[in-house]
Each structure stands twice: as C-alpha cells, then as structure tokens.
C-alpha cells in the first residue's frame, strides 16, 4: 500500500504512516426509479409492488410447484447505469417468519451477463436491513436473488420470496473524501485531517 492512495475501503493490510483518501458510507436517494421492475414469477404479487415505496404493497412468489431461487429485477433503462453501494431489502413477515433469508445481489450491463455485488442472509424479521458492499461498475440491471427464508418454519413446500420494498443507492453526490493516516499502535486509522473537497475521476 503506497502513500497517499485513493481508496473506496480500507485495505487489508495497511502500512504504518500510509496516508489514505477515504470516501466516507453518505448515500443518496433510491434509484430504484423511472425503469422496469420484472421477475422470475409473480405468482402471489407484480414485480413492480417491490420498488414502489408502499409499506402496504409486496412481490412475492412461492409454492410447492415453484422451488427456490426466486428473483426480482431492475432496468434502469437504456442509457442509464449507477454505481450501487447500498442495497436496502424490507421482506414481507407473519407470525411464521420473514419470507427472505438467504439472497445475492448481482449487477448486469446486457441482462445476460451477470456480477456477484453482495451475498446476505436477512435476519428473520419484517425489518429493513441496509447491505454496504464494494463496487466500482455501473450497471443498467440490478437483480436480487433469494434461495431461502423462514415463513412456515422454512418448510420447502412453501419456497417463499417476498419483498415489501428494495431499495438501492450510489455515494451521495458531491460526498467528500476524509483524508486517514495509519496510527503506530497496531493498524489503528486515526483522522488526520478535516474532510476535503470532492474527488473526480
């Protein structure tokens, strides 16, 4: 690791008296919107129901006849591509238990080709549960995946996907890098500075 990197995560292994830009986790809005949501099957709700900011509204699919994985998808539409950071993911929940548990998360510029961004497991609740990850691309398609959850006790014949609400977000624009130093003690990072200006690339 060399002086004065320009970095979006810590590196593993950082050197003593490094200097390192770092991009701090401020996020902007959903952009989730203005595309075209669809899914692998809508057999219990539309695609749609999972990106319209309605706590009341939910995709889901399942059944003995329609086993795991499920997903649901997103085009942001030709000419359009983001810079994924954050994902957000509200699951529907009864008194079985969260309708996601195991998921992935992968980014697509021709909807054939598909990056792994992030791999989560829900905790088995109704709450929404934010996901930070690393990525550098962006991407026209976002796809969510689930292979699992816990409504009905996880029994198979169920194979439930629902989500209330997904979301997902670039860094804030105009964010500003803070500028971190490698401590002595251990790998300690200690500010060295105040923030700085936006960085371009």
């Not at 996880?154 to 490698?182: P, R, S």
């Amino acid at each position: 690791m060399g002086q004065n990197a320009k970095i979006s995560e810590l590196p593993a292994n950082p050197a003593v008296g490094d200097i390192i830009y770092r991009a701090p986790a401020t996020y902007g809005s959903d952009f989730f919107t203005g595309g075209t949501p669809s899914a692998s099957s809508v057999d219990l709700a539309p695609a749609a129901q999972a990106f319209d900011n309605n706590a009341g509204t939910y995709w889901g699919t399942g059944g003995a006849a329609n086993p795991y994985p499920h997903w649901v998808k997103y085009d942001l539409g030709v000419g359009v591509a983001k810079i994924a950071r954050r994902l957000t993911i509200t699951p529907y929940s009864d008194v079985s238990g969260g309708c996601v548990g195991n998921f992935t998360l992968h980014g697509s510029n021709d909807n054939t080709n598909w990056t792994l961004l992030y791999t989560g497991t829900h905790a088995n609740s109704g709450t929404i549960e934010n996901y930070d990850f690393a990525n550098t691309v962006a991407y026209r398609y976002y796809k969510i995946t689930v292979s699992s959850a816990y409504a009905s006790n996880g029994d198979a014949t169920h194979n439930y996907a629902l989500i209330v609400e997904a979301e997902i977000m670039e860094f804030a624009a105009g964010a500003k890098w803070q500028k971190l130093a490698i401590g002595t003690s251990g790998q300690t990072l200690k500010v060295a500075a105040t923030l700085l200006p936006a960085w371009t690339t």
